[in-house]
């Protein structure tokens, strides 16, 4: 028994209760998910962190069949998935409570919610390919309903767009997984992650074999995460989706495909990594320079922001690329970061929206007036989002820059006649601030500062002639409970701890992260 | 002359046989009621059920009754298999869908028949038995697909399946004649060893026999291209007799396909240059055709027929998975190729439960609906929250969606192709099952974000909820918990022909 099991006990007994006990849906499910979140903290506490490793280990044979590979039920965690495991357990909180309490069908939609944390859950703590793979998966079921059920716009479009994009994904990775285990000899099968590790290390794979393993792999979490050219499906999919959803899926599950680069692919194939890196760069520079580009195009704010998160997957990928010590480990605390600024900027955009009636830029305008704390809430979540000094992405940025300046060039880099490659790419992620700064502020203006639109200024005017003016956004206002803004001031606070002590995350994740195969220092 | 225990392995297709027969008579005689028969079917069947799970499970094989028969783990398996299938079929008929207009008694004694005929095609060691079998089960069939005779849809369905049937079958005996004619036997393990110990070149007439062979076999398993029956059947038959159809007879023929050829003709001159690119060939097919049609399908049971196809196809990929020719050498049987079979009987397990918990659905919403479209659908989960889960579950681990049964077949599936190098298959695998996705979330997306047409609640009464549970329980249950469906199909292979059998053989004369 291992307390891991608990974080995937508790939703499953409030989905249990919700379904079969009829208990209230809303209460029950924010009580699950703030006890894991104190699991989630509790465990990082006790975890070992100076040494590393993977603690909190249970073990339990699943599928053993004579002549097929074993499928272990392993559960355990490291430096690497503890800071995960902490951010779904504290976006899942936030997440229930941003959700309004009169939703309609409120117990499944409560029930959808907790299993796609349940699947990010874990998929963050199997140690074994099969687990891992399958948790993720059935957390996309619950993506379809709830954009399908709950969503807006063209839901229905979306969502299935969404779904069989995601499942092309899954379905090339586990071709990818398979072909792994299956590379091995057939006494040494198995879809254990610690046990795979440990026989790589030991017999490498022959360079080819690795190479197509890799590239499969590569498109199977390229498409989950949105790498460039396979990111097409999150744009629409979020802006549709219901803003709980959107920040369990872009603020959690996504990240399941960089912790799959750092925890499987790079270590176990790592020629076919250095073949692919030419390939990786390149590609994570379409995400800063097209999906940038388009970004400040966008018109709309849920599009926007769905466009921003895929371009800020390029930071993740350069970090994960440099493959050194500095570098992953900038890349793990920016994955928490990054999941707290879109998870606070999804929620914000929704609550905007809800409130104003309103997500076109031309549209909305001077909203500070009405409602100054959300006008606050949305400037930290784009200071996030930007990078600013003392909020988590800049710990995980700053990081990912010296990463990829001390990253020293593979040799199919050098072959290519570019040896400062890393360099070249660190400053095109450096750009990328620059533009992140471009449309966070432009949005921040167009949604907050500025004037009102201006069809509503004349007609106030002169309505305002005769008693009372009619208001732009009748319902416009800010509340001033708690609950309402509660949740994200929760996540502004633990960006804003990360962000002044960034010691406390690195120690957490740098020794597990020296202990990653292959890994420069 | 015989082995003793050649009457208690048999003892199952017996006893059910027996049991028809006497049902049939009784309820001629005493005017039974059609639930008091059906209740007599199903202690019948748990009978039997009860015999077979008693019978030795040893997974060595025993010939008998003169070679014609064989009791190997497959059979035993493919027994326990058919009988629960026969099982849910009786409880349908008579419990979950719409009362017949006239006649109950015989649609629900029929099955057990069709059960006999399934169960000895699943020990047949012998292209006499098989075929006598087949008929059994085919003709049973004729008589059920046709039951509502009053019915337009119903009468197409049957004079379809009739005539395609009759010809299918009289392609199987045309090519059992070849291959009687250019081996002097009809017996699989003799015929087996005419190849592999005699050394006998594969002459072109046997060759064209076993071609014959799979397209009446083809026929029974919907493969393309002779799966033209299975929309138009599926549509105009009872849910209860689709459902068999679907599972039952697949199953039926799956095994006799995997007797034929892993049994008898695995060997590289038969698979490498005959049966496998040919199936190859067809399970592409089968794939693109079965999964591609359903997409436009309105109608929930012709798009369940298409989609049928389209499982037949990734079963076919799995069998030829299990041959031995393919990796070059003949290896132990026990290792590699056992990959294929333990695959396909998965595959069966989490097909039976997906199938039957959609089917029990659309029985149970035939008579509440007024059609079955998709359209119909719309807002069912308010209607009745257990009649839509029972059917999102179904469709979506028949999509191959974790953590469902119909993931770990597809898994399995693909574990196979990877490992025996079939890598173009591999390919339509994974593009098909993607496009398998699209029509499978149709239905789900009109049960829950559809508004419902008509608010009032669906009741179900308290053995059809606790099947619809049961099935719940067992598809989420048998995904999460592979290792239960793995133990089912433990040691359920066909015999290892380097294993001397128990019977004496007879001379070969060539």
């Not at chain 1, 795979?196 to 590569?218: A, E, K, R, V």
């Not at chain 1, 921003?308 to 928490?336: E, K, P, Q």
């Not at chain 1, 994740?509 to 420069?520: A, D, G, R």
């Not at chain 2, 459902?243 to 698979?271: N, Q």
Request: aromatic share 12%.
């Amino acid at each position: 028994m291992s307390p891991l099991l608990a974080l995937l006990l508790f939703p499953l007994a409030a989905i249990l209760a919700i379904i079969i006990g009829r208990f209230p849906a809303r209460p029950t499910a924010g009580v699950a998910a703030g006890i894991n979140l104190v699991i989630s903290l509790g465990l990082i506490w006790n975890y070992p962190a100076a040494q590393g490793g993977y603690a909190y280990v249970m073990d339990y044979p699943w599928v053993a069949i004579q002549g097929l590979p074993s499928i272990r039920f392993h559960l355990g965690a490291d430096g690497i998935s503890l800071p995960l495991i902490f951010l779904t357990g504290i976006v899942t909180l936030a997440a229930i409570a941003i959700s309004p309490a009169n939703i309609r069908r409120s117990s499944e939609y409560y029930c959808y919610l907790l299993l796609m944390s349940l699947g990010a859950m874990g998929a963050f703590t199997s140690l074994d390919l099969f687990f891992f793979f399958i948790f993720h998966d059935f957390a996309l079921i619950a993506t379809f309903l709830l954009i399908g059920i709950w969503g807006s716009q063209n839901r229905q479009y979306a969502s299935f767009q969404v779904t069989i994009y995601l499942m092309t994904g899954s379905l090339v990775l586990l071709t990818g997984f398979v072909a792994l285990v299956m590379a091995l000899p057939p006494a040494e099968r198995t879809f254990d992650i610690v046990a795979l590790q440990n026989y790589i290390t030991g017999h490498p794979l022959s360079g080819s074999t690795q190479d197509i393993i890799f590239l499969f792999m590569l498109i199977g979490f390229g498409i989950l995460v949105g790498l460039f050219p396979f990111h097409s499906w999150a744009p629409p999919g979020y802006a549709s989706a219901p803003p709980a959803a959107a920040m369990l899926h872009a603020g959690i599950l996504k990240k399941f495909a960089i912790y799959g680069m750092i925890r499987i692919a790079i270590p176990m194939l790592h020629d076919g990594f250095n073949t692919c890196l030419p390939l990786i760069l390149a590609l994570l520079a379409g995400n800063f320079l097209y999906a940038g580009f388009v970004t400040i195009a966008q018109k709309e704010l849920p599009t926007m922001i769905g466009f921003s998160s895929i371009m800020h997957m390029g930071y993740l990928f350069l970090g994960v690329a440099c493959w050194n010590t500095i570098g992953v480990t900038g890349a793990v605390i920016l994955m928490v970061g990054h999941g707290l600024s879109a998870a606070l900027l999804f929620g914000l955009s929704g609550e905007i929206t809800n409130r104003s009636g309103e997500n076109r830029f031309i549209e909305l305008g001077g909203l500070a007036k009405r409602a100054p704390v959300l006008a606050v809430l949305f400037s930290f979540a784009s200071m996030a989002s930007m990078g600013v000094p003392g909020l988590a992405n800049f710990a995980g940025e700053i990081m990912v820059f010296f990463g990829s300046f001390s990253a020293v060039p593979t040799s199919s880099l050098v072959m290519l006649g570019i040896p400062g490659a890393f360099i070249f790419f660190g400053m095109i992620a450096i750009y990328g601030t620059v533009m992140t700064a471009i449309f966070q502020l432009r949005a921040l203006k167009n949604v907050f500062y500025g004037p009102m639109p201006a069809r509503y200024q004349p007609q106030t005017a002169e309505l305002g002639a005769g008693g009372e003016a009619t208001l732009p956004f009748p319902g416009m206002t800010d509340t001033s409970a708690l609950v309402e803004h509660g949740p994200y001031v929760l996540l502004i606070f633990a960006s804003l701890v990360i962000g002044f002590m960034p010691f406390l995350m690195i120690h957490l994740v740098e020794p597990s992260v020296t202990l990653l195969p292959f890994i420069k220092t | 002359m015989f082995p003793p225990s050649c009457i208690s392995y048999l003892a199952p297709e017996v006893i059910i046989s027996l049991w028809a027969m006497a049902l049939l008579l009784l309820e001629a005689f005493l005017e039974l009621s059609p639930r008091v028969v059906a209740s007599l079917a199903l202690a019948g069947i748990a009978l039997t059920l009860f015999i077979t799970l008693g019978l030795g499970f040893d997974t060595s094989s025993t010939l008998f009754w003169g070679g014609m028969c064989r009791w190997d783990g497959a059979a035993r398996f493919f027994d326990l298999f058919f009988l629960i299938v026969a099982a849910l079929v009786i409880w349908m008929g008579d419990e979950a869908q719409a009362p017949l207009a006239h006649g109950g008694g015989e649609f629900v004694i029929l099955p057990l028949f069709t059960t006999a005929g399934l169960m000895l095609l699943a020990s047949a060691n012998d292209f006499m038995l098989l075929f006598v079998a087949l008929e059994l089960v085919t003709i049973s069939f004729y008589i059920l697909v046709a039951y509502q005779r009053r019915s337009l849809v119903a009468l197409e369905a049957g004079v379809k399946y009739l005539i395609l049937g009759g010809l299918s079958s009289a392609f199987l005996v045309m090519g059992v004649a070849y291959i009687f004619g250019l081996t002097g036997t009809t017996r699989f393990d003799i015929i087996w060893k005419f190849y592999h110990l005699y050394g006998n070149p594969l002459t072109p007439g046997v060759s064209f026999g076993l071609l014959l062979v799979l397209t009446g076999v083809g026929f029974k398993i919907a493969m393309v291209p002779f799966h033209s029956w299975a929309p138009d059947v599926y549509e105009g038959a009872p849910n209860s007799i689709t459902a068999f159809l679907s599972v039952g007879s697949k199953a039926g023929g799956l095994i006799i396909l995997m007797r034929i050829v892993l049994g008898v003709f695995d060997f590289p001159a038969a698979s490498v240059v005959l049966w496998i690119p040919l199936l190859t060939v067809c399970a592409i097919a089968s794939l693109i055709l079965g999964n591609f049609a359903a997409i436009p399908q309105r109608n929930l049971k012709r798009m369940l027929g298409y989609s049928s196809i389209g499982h037949t196809g990734f079963m076919l990929v799995a069998v030829i998975g299990a041959s031995v020719s393919l990796t070059g050498k003949i290896i132990p049987f026990y290792t590699e190729n056992a990959y294929g079979q333990i695959t396909v009987e998965v595959y069966l397990i989490s097909y039976l439960l997906a199938t039957f918990a959609a089917f029990i659905v659309l029985a149970v919403l035939e008579r509440r609906l007024p059609g079955l479209e998709i359209h119909h659908l719309a807002g069912l989960s308010q209607r009745s929250p257990l009649l839509a889960a029972t059917f999102t579950l179904a469709l979506v681990s028949m999509a191959g969606v974790p953590p469902l049964s119909g993931f770990i077949a597809k898994f399995y599936v693909i574990l196979v192709a990877w490992h025996q190098g079939l890598y173009l298959l591999l390919g339509f695998v994974i593009f098909t099952a993607i496009a398998a996705f699209y029509y499978y979330l149709g239905p789900i997306k009109a049960m829950y974000w559809s508004e419902p047409l008509d608010e009032t609640p669906i009741r179900l009464n308290r053995a059809t909820n606790g099947v619809l549970i049961a099935l719940i329980v067992l598809l989420i249950g048998t995904g999460f918990w592979a290792q239960s469906m793995f133990g089912a199909v433990n040691g359920a292979l066909l015999a290892d022909k380097n294993a001397p059998a128990s019977a004496p053989i007879a001379l070969v004369r060539h």
